[in-house]
């Protein structure tokens, strides 16, 4: 029986977790629960799995992390505010089961530091993709890794095509159901650059190593490439499910959690090089990445500023990935990282952005 404690509860892969941990209640126990500020849903659903403890906010979130003993910690707080709640589950020694990627893209270096070998199981189907298929061999073979993008609602426009879109457009995601910021990161390919960053986080693999390629029907959910020419493709129909119950469980699986491939039937599955030219967040984010320090928590921060303002009808569809390069330009990393060079950066990533817009 794992003890499982779940931050972001209310959302997505909170109750998505919710639902696979009520059809195995003979693996799982839920001994915390924590929403942002959703109140009357975290209490719902610590009355329907009796729940003694809860909390609202990353805070909270954090410091139930350390009171509450927890096997694994789910994080699926969205946002660089789960960075404090990952700290802390590393610290206490728990399984960080990881949805919330903005954390360890954030947090670099000081979150790895943290993490003894096997602490973080990612969550995102991506990394979990990789870590699935990275069994298949020794860290020595490995040449690349490969993640895979569905290329959002305007997969196949030209960079001028882009150039009006709306919000409403941005947001008509072909293949997966997610909140507002998500879904426009999957709109940019921001998400992809992100998850390209989360991939070397997690894997120790360089960035030259790690290349995307873009397969519409998120069906294969990503791939390692190994020195003999092999390449190991894990594939699932699209379901979260599945990576979370791998998240809370690895490296065992739970029978039935998701539905196989009805292989008596015709199926296409194609896969298109990024064009980088329309979509320029995947190398923006790499040399991000490379540069690291407080680099990514910028790029995190004034893409959040961005997404917000082009919504608000402030911003232009294309001018999102403009202003994280401009914000970036404009930065210098301290020489240390600490929490607070981190918290200080993203202050004034925002206030930047927010400059530059109130300013174009």
């Keep these: 029986m794992r003890r499982v404690l779940i931050l972001g509860s209310t959302g997505s892969i909170g109750t998505q977790a919710l639902d696979v941990i009520a059809g195995n209640a003979d693996r799982f126990e839920v001994v915390g629960l924590a929403a942002g500020t ?5 209490e719902a659903q610590a009355a329907a799995f009796g729940v003694e403890h809860i909390a609202l906010g990353a805070a909270e979130a954090e410091q139930l992390v350390r009171d509450v003993d927890a096997d694994v910690v789910l994080n699926g707080i969205t946002g660089s505010v789960g960075l404090g709640p990952t700290i802390a589950a590393l610290e206490e020694g728990r399984t960080l089961a990881l949805a919330n990627k903005e954390s360890l893209i954030v947090g670099g270096d000081l979150v790895t530091a943290l993490a003894a070998p096997g602490q973080i199981v990612p969550v995102d ?22 993640l895979t993008a569905s290329g959002g609602p305007f997969r196949g426009r030209s960079r001028d095509e882009l150039a009006d879109v709306t919000p409403a457009e941005a947001l008509a995601h072909p293949t997966w159901d997610m909140g507002r910021v998500v879904t426009t990161n999957s709109a940019t390919l921001v998400n992809k650059g992100l998850e390209v960053i989360e991939a070397h986080l997690l894997f120790d693999v360089p960035y030259d190593r790690i290349d995307v390629t873009v397969h519409p029907q998120s069906i294969v959910h990503s791939m390692v490439e190994f020195t003999d020419g092999s390449t190991i493709a894990q594939a699932s129909p699209p379901d979260m ?38 979509f320029g ?67 004034w990533a925002r206030r930047t952005a927010d400059a530059i817009i109130a300013s174009h």
């Design 125 to 146: 189907s991506e990394h979990s993709a990789i870590a699935q298929a990275l069994r298949s061999g020794g860290a020595h073979e490995v040449r690349r890794l490969v």
């Design 38 to 42: 959703d109140r009357a849903g975290v």
């Design 281 to 347: 967040s995947v190398a923006l984010a790499k040399k991000v990445g490379r540069a690291g320090g407080t680099y990514p928590a910028v790029f995190n921060a004034a893409n959040e500023q961005a997404v917000d303002a082009f919504h608000e009808g402030r911003l232009s569809f294309l001018e999102i990935v403009e202003l994280i390069e401009r914000v970036v330009e404009r930065h210098e990393s301290p020489a240390t990282l600490t929490r607070e060079s981190l918290a200080e950066a993203e202050v």
């Design 241 to 278: 499910r599945l990576p979370i119950s791998l998240g809370l469980d690895w490296p065992h699986r739970i029978a039935g959690v998701g539905a196989p491939f009805d292989w008596t039937r015709a199926s296409q599955w194609t896969f298109e090089p990024l064009d980088e030219k329309a």
